[in-house]
């Protein structure tokens, strides 16, 4: 069981391109997440899916897309980057109310 | 809303000394309470979750609900347990987590 994985594990952007972060799982869970971790403000939460083919929006999603395609993976977009999307993302799964699994993260810079 | 504080940024305590990690957490329902950590550079790990009132790594967390609190206990900190800390409440479909506390145990 590999768990929870996310690619890439870094990434360097210019503002204003775009890119695409996969998080996949292997433990079957309903539930995925998409969080930003910066200093200071602890994790915050951008998007969330309760199942394939949902998404609904959690307390930051502003310059954000996800997509749940497949139950195992969960994709979130950044259309146009801006610097203060520089952050370290952080994929998790859950069976729902119960105890959430992270992936490694991902760390962004925008320039 | 549902909040979670963390009310400390960063705790230092000599090794050998006492932990408290304070998390106080919003009044609803009745919500399952977590401490999840984050050792350097790493993904974050459940630490413990009240439900299973477990002990784990010689952490502990009582759930009071008059004071809504959960705070982390440990008796004796050890330098391996320098590490961020995060307190997190379930809610309707997701999770609210406080800002952290990092935790740093000096020698």
């Known amino acids: 069981n590999a768990g929870v994985t996310q690619t890439p594990k870094f990434r360097v952007l210019k503002t204003g391109q775009s890119m695409t972060l996969l998080c996949a799982q292997d433990m079957n869970h309903e539930y995925m997440y998409w969080y930003r971790q910066d200093p200071g403000m602890g994790l915050r939460l951008i998007h969330y899916s309760v199942g394939e083919g949902t998404t609904a929006k959690g307390e930051v999603p502003d310059g954000y897309n996800v997509s749940r395609l497949k139950k195992q993976n969960f994709l979130l977009g950044l259309e146009s980057a801006a610097p203060s999307q520089t952050s370290v993302y952080f994929c998790?799964?859950?069976?729902?109310?119960?105890?959430?699994?992270f992936g490694p993260g991902t760390r962004l810079l925008v320039l | 809303a549902q909040r979670v504080t963390q009310p400390e940024k960063l705790l230092s305590v000599f090794k050998g000394a006492p932990v408290e990690l304070k998390c106080n957490y919003s009044?609803?329902?009745?919500?399952?309470l977590f401490w999840y950590v984050q050792y350097s550079r790493q993904r974050l790990q459940l630490l413990l979750r009240?439900?299973s009132r477990e002990s784990i790594k010689g952490f502990t967390a009582d759930l009071n609900k008059g004071e809504t609190s959960f705070h982390l206990k440990k008796p004796f900190a050890q330098e391996e347990d320098s590490a961020m800390y995060y307190c997190?409440?379930?809610?309707?479909?997701?999770?609210?987590f406080g800002t952290g506390t990092r935790l740093k145990v000096l020698a």
């Open positions: 998790a799964s859950s069976t729902g109310g119960e105890t959430q699994y």
């Open positions: 009044y609803s329902g009745s919500p399952e």
């Open positions: 009240h439900i």
């Open positions: 997190a409440r379930s809610g309707t479909y997701k999770y609210i």
